[in-house]
């Protein structure tokens, strides 16, 4: 029975304590970033000094540079390029992928909402246990990826495709595996090991994004 008490207890207090971390004593926090971010985000700039135009990202409007290897440009608004949604627990990118373009797999700390405004694309997800949800989205259509699970979006059509993603943070994360394995200093007999890849491949995709070693 005391036990029971002390784990009751404890449940309450992480409740409580979680409420509190979600009530808000401020309206907004627009980000300082003359210092250094939190686990909460920035620092609150001094609402004396905001105008209208803190609060208005207009970069959305504008289509995305897709010529790159993977025929896709991002476009974000996050807390480093709109400070207004630094605390506030939401941010948005628009895809533009180009014809036989590919947002590779990759992953967030949060989940992600993808709208598709014009195209044919093919989207999924795999979850834990490596299964894999795919569908080919059309003009209209949404679909949801959970958080941190590896996800990807494919132009399938014959015309360019625009989608806008929401994601449940302001500083949603964004680890491309690719760039992960190939753009950094891991050693190319590590890469063959924890990937089957031969070392000609390796190393071909190295020089592609920047390794070395």
């Known amino acids: 029975m005391e036990i029971f008490k002390i784990v009751l207890l ?3 207090l992480v409740s409580l304590s979680s409420m ?3 009530t808000s004593v401020v309206d907004f926090c627009v980000a300082d970033f003359n210092y250094p971010v939190g686990p909460a985000g920035y620092p609150c700039r001094n609402p004396a000094n905001l105008t209208v135009d803190d ?3 207009s970069g959305l409007g504008v289509a995305g540079n897709t010529s790159n290897i993977f025929g896709v440009g991002v476009t974000s608004a996050f807390d480093l390029t709109f400070p207004a949604l630094n605390g506030l627990g939401i941010s948005m990118s ?4 180009g014809v036989g373009g590919v947002v590779p797999i990759h992953s967030h700390r949060v989940s992600e909402l993808i709208l598709v405004i014009e195209g044919e694309i093919i989207a999924g997800f795999m979850d834990s246990s490596d299964k894999v949800y795919y569908k080919t989205l059309n003009k209209g259509d949404i679909m949801i990826f959970p958080q941190s699970l590896l ?5 399938v059509g014959k015309t360019p495709a625009l989608a806008f993603v929401s994601l449940n943070s302001a500083s949603p994360n964004f680890q491309t595996t690719t760039t992960s394995l190939f753009a ?5 007999n590590v890469i063959e ?3 089957l890849l031969d070392a000609i491949q390796a190393k071909k995709l190295k020089r592609i994004f920047g390794g070395t070693n």
């Open 10 to 12: 404890f449940s309450i």
């Open 20 to 22: 509190a971390a979600t």
């Open 55 to 57: 609060f208005v990202f």
């Open 94 to 97: 628009r895809l533009d992928i």
């Open 151 to 155: 996800h990807f979006q494919v132009n």
């Open 184 to 188: 950094n200093d891991l050693p190319t």
């Open 193 to 195: 090991k924890i990937t």
